[in-house]
């Protein structure tokens, strides 16, 4: 066990408690036993110094372990969102040069012949759009292609195509 803040004071943490109570299951995750013990830890506020004296390595070992835990997350995540893509009912490829003004009109026409509601205003869906394109749209220009995927639930995913 070990407390949430470092200090004899807090609450104190038990690790194997805290990851089943979560689900986590080291055959089905992209993180491995210790990364998801510091990941745990580290969301509970405690510092990397007394996550090293608990598990018995070095503060560097855990600032290690933690940027690898978090780059695999990043992963997972990308891998779903390539994946709802791929499977998406509606996707519309948005060229370099597009207006980003045009991008909503475009999808609601998609999303219309495949039967497929979107639940975003015009101006949701352009900022959401414009926020998970990331530096592939520039004010109102898409710079780097893109592809706004639609799922039969109408949740948007948007990539970039290159």
């Given at each position: 066990?070990v407390d ?5 004071g807090?609450?104190?943490v038990?690790v194997d408690?805290l990851?089943?109570s979560v ?5 089905r995750?992209v993180l491995?036993?210790?990364q998801?013990e510091v ?11 007394d996550?090293?004296?608990l598990?018995?390595?070095s503060r560097?070992n ?6 690898s835990?978090?780059?695999?997350v ?6 779903v ?10 996707r519309?490829?948005v ?5 980003l003004?045009?991008?909503?009109q475009?999808?609601y ?5 495949a039967?497929v509601k979107?639940n975003h205003t015009?101006p949701?869906l352009m900022k ?13 220009k898409v710079v780097?292609p893109?592809l706004?995927g639609?799922?039969?639930?109408g949740s948007?995913r ?5």
């Amino acid at each position: 066990m070990v407390d949430s803040e470092g200090d004899a004071g807090a609450v104190e943490v038990d690790v194997d408690e805290l990851l089943d109570s979560v689900g986590f299951d080291p055959e089905r995750s992209v993180l491995t036993r210790r990364q998801a013990e510091v990941l745990a830890l580290r969301e509970r506020g405690t510092r990397q110094a007394d996550i090293a004296a608990l598990l018995g390595t070095s503060r560097a070992n855990v600032s290690s372990v933690e940027a690898s835990a978090r780059e695999n997350v990043a992963k997972a995540r990308e891998t779903v969102a390539f994946a709802e893509a791929l499977a998406a009912p509606v996707r519309v490829e948005v060229e370099t040069g597009a207006d980003l003004y045009d991008v909503p009109q475009r999808v609601y026409d998609a999303c219309d012949a495949a039967g497929v509601k979107v639940n975003h205003t015009a101006p949701d869906l352009m900022k959401l759009v414009s926020d998970e394109a990331g530096d592939a749209v520039q004010g109102r220009k898409v710079v780097v292609p893109i592809l706004v995927g639609v799922t039969s639930g109408g949740s948007v995913r948007v990539r970039q195509s290159e």
